[in-house]
């Protein structure tokens, strides 16, 4: 059997961590709560952001407080974070600021998928929110500021501390699939094609083109989701 030369294999491994997979038809599962289970992503941008904008699709039973998206930095731990705090609400927060989101009340029972996508712009300080397709109000916050770079990305958990601080009480369990990150406002029409499994450009987080890593006990199957 050929032995590598112990820098081939260091090399191997590093290659392997930055592997990127094309997730389209499969999802992050979180099957139970946890404070060490999170999903790192791998998409450190070097320059402040002055617009973004992030969709996902999200899956569970939990109607206590949870994270879904969290961006820490050395300066804010929520430097940009997508929080649920009830069924009915979701918090996106920009350098430590917040707004909520009051969402109508389901009109049929039971769990569903739930698409959004949120998004701030530095220069006007608006906040758009999309549920499922639909537009909300909008509403602004933090105008004329920048998020700053090479911070920690991860799903799953709300960060404390820049990678770590999790919560129990706070953690996501449930399924996580589709999650895409631009620095630039979508559109009406972009939004919608997204939501539809539609395709767009210069993603700084693409789900068809992942780079990841995983803490504790998070599993990556195919999706339970038929439609859209």
């Given at each position: 059997m050929?032995?590598?030369?112990p820098s081939?294999v260091?090399l191997?491994c590093?290659?392997?961590s ?6 389209q038809?499969k999802a ?13 992503l791998?998409a450190?941008f070097q ?8 969709c996902?699709?999200s899956?569970?039973l939990l109607?206590r407080?949870?994270g ?5 930095t ?6 940009l974070?997508i929080?649920k705090p ?6 996106f927060?920009v350098?430590s600021?917040?707004v909520?989101?009051s969402?109508?009340e389901?009109t049929?029972?039971g ?7 949120m998004?701030?712009?530095s220069a006007t300080g608006?906040?758009?929110f999309?549920?499922?397709g639909?537009p ?5 916050m933090?105008?004329?500021?920048s998020?700053g ?6 799903l ?7 990678g770590?601080?999790?919560d ?5 369990e449930g ?6 990150m ?9 939004v919608?094609?997204i ?7 210069n993603?700084l987080?693409n789900?068809?083109s ?7 006990y998070?599993?990556?199957k ?6 859209y």
């Amino acid at each position: 059997m050929e032995i590598l030369h112990p820098s081939l294999v260091i090399l191997a491994c590093l290659l392997g961590s930055l592997a990127e997979e094309d997730l389209q038809t499969k999802a992050f599962i979180f099957p139970a709560s946890s404070n060490t289970a999170a999903v790192v992503l791998n998409a450190l941008f070097q320059d402040p952001l002055t617009s973004v904008t992030v969709c996902l699709r999200s899956y569970t039973l939990l109607t206590r407080s949870y994270g879904l998206f969290s961006y820490a930095t050395q300066k804010s731990d929520n430097e940009l974070l997508i929080f649920k705090p009830k069924p009915n609400q979701y918090n996106f927060y920009v350098g430590s600021s917040t707004v909520t989101f009051s969402v109508p009340e389901r009109t049929t029972s039971g769990p569903r998928w739930e698409h959004i996508c949120m998004s701030w712009e530095s220069a006007t300080g608006l906040v758009e929110f999309w549920l499922d397709g639909q537009p909300l109000p909008r509403m602004g916050m933090k105008k004329g500021y920048s998020i700053g770079p090479r911070g920690s990305l991860l799903l799953g958990q709300d960060q404390d501390t820049v990678g770590g601080g999790f919560d129990i009480n706070q953690c996501f369990e449930g399924e996580l699939t589709d999650v895409y990150m631009w620095d630039r406002v979508l559109t009406s029409d972009e939004v919608l094609l997204i939501r539809n499994g539609g395709t767009l450009s210069n993603y700084l987080v693409n789900w068809r083109s992942l780079s990841y890593q995983i803490k504790g006990y998070v599993v990556v199957k195919p999706s339970l989701m038929t439609i859209y």
